[in-house]
């Protein structure tokens, strides 16, 4: 996967990139033209954009990461931000606004999503990303 360096406006959306839930919600996000192109950033794969998720001590395994305008939200606010930058046409827009246009409901329904995930990859085997234990076993070796 090639790093594309995000303009200011442009949004970075961290997911993980062997879990099918995670990659069917990429393939149909979208943000609006108005804000700029989204940047999708597989969690597996090593990114300055990772390095600073794991140095600001956010376990990618508990949340989503969205970053816009240097900003960086996780977990439901990340999915509000990202929402309310989409467009609401299209069905999967217009029911991603539904669940996280707002503070409350992200925070409700989120969890709920976070939990799929979790069954999802316990059940086909898969594993975290654990991004903070990686990062404290290379910290305890240097």
Known sequence: MIQVAAEKDDVSLV???ECPICNTYCKYARVSDAVG???LVDARQPSPLMD???????DIDQGMVVKFKD?????PEAIRVLTLLSTRSGFFNRINYYFFGTERR??????????????????MGIRYIENL??????????
Not at 134 to 142: F, G, L
Request: net charge positive; aromatic share 14%; proline share 2%.
């Open 71 to 75: 900003v960086t939200y996780y977990g």
């Open 37 to 39: 192109r989204l940047h």
């Open 15 to 17: 997911y993980d990139g």
């Open 52 to 58: 600073e998720i794991t140095a600001a001590g956010l």
């Open 106 to 123: 992200a925070g409700i329904f989120y969890p709920f999503g976070k939990a799929l995930r979790n069954l999802v990859l316990k059940v």
């Open 133 to 142: 234990k990686v990062a404290e076993k290379s910290s305890n070796t240097v």
